[in-house]
């Protein structure tokens, strides 16, 4: 069975910078496994930031970038604003098949 | 504006049946991969199925083959999932997705006795 790992949990300060990752249990993390990330906040629907590795949507903050970084899909959050405290997502492809991570649940203090 | 809205989400019993709709609007639907995605309380997101724009190609996590089926009528601009066979660890939000920029807001999946 296809496992995505995210860290649990991390806490950045505000106006810091965390890079969030995201691994597959196959190996290392390609742009063809098209890593997408969501952000989801209490009681909200997910919300897409990141698709295609690094690609964003037009709503997308330009403070979050998408990355690959040492066999891993990789969120990065430059300048974190208070807001950013939510839980994130990402997923992978396999083949037709998405898989979700775990999430990481990112706290700002 | 876009929208998808889930609807069909309920109470039901161990084994019994329910069926999911999504209507999708402000995008162009029958051009889109569709997804249903469910969250279980407290838990992560965990993708369910999808289907490619003309319903040739569906795709199920494994936990869901056999008992749910998924399928869209593009000329009303909906999405489905069947669900047959239901097990309390079904229970979740269950939300219907244009891969991946556009989700609905969710219908809550009850099982129960």
């Not at chain 1, 037009?58 to 974190?80: N, Y």
């Amino acid at each position: 069975q296809t496992v995505v790992t995210q860290e649990p949990s991390l806490t950045v300060s505000p106006g810091g910078t965390v890079t969030l990752t995201c691994a597959s249990s196959t190996g290392a993390v390609t742009s063809g496994y098209y890593p997408n990330w969501f952000q989801q906040k209490p009681g909200q629907a997910p919300r897409a930031l990141i698709y295609s590795t690094g690609d964003k949507y037009s709503w997308t903050p330009a403070r979050f970038s998408g990355s690959l970084l040492g066999g891993k899909a990789a969120l990065t959050l430059s300048g974190v604003q208070p807001e950013d405290e939510a839980e994130y997502y990402c997923l992978l492809y396999y083949g037709g098949t998405p898989v979700f991570g775990g999430g990481t649940k990112l706290t700002v203090l | 504006e876009v929208q998808l809205v889930e609807s069909g989400g309920g109470l039901v019993q161990p084994g019994g049946s329910l069926r999911l709709s999504c209507a999708a609007s402000g995008f162009s639907f029958s051009y889109s991969w569709m997804s249903w995605v469910r969250q279980a309380p407290g838990k992560g997101l965990e993708w369910v199925a999808n289907i490619k724009q003309d319903g040739s190609e569906k795709h199920y996590v494994d936990s869901v083959k056999g008992r749910f089926t998924i399928s869209r009528d593009n000329a009303k601009n909906s999405l489905y999932l069947q669900m047959n066979s239901l097990r309390v660890e079904d229970a979740a939000v269950y939300y219907c997705a244009r891969e991946w920029g556009y989700w609905g807001q969710g219908t809550l999946v009850t099982v129960s006795s």
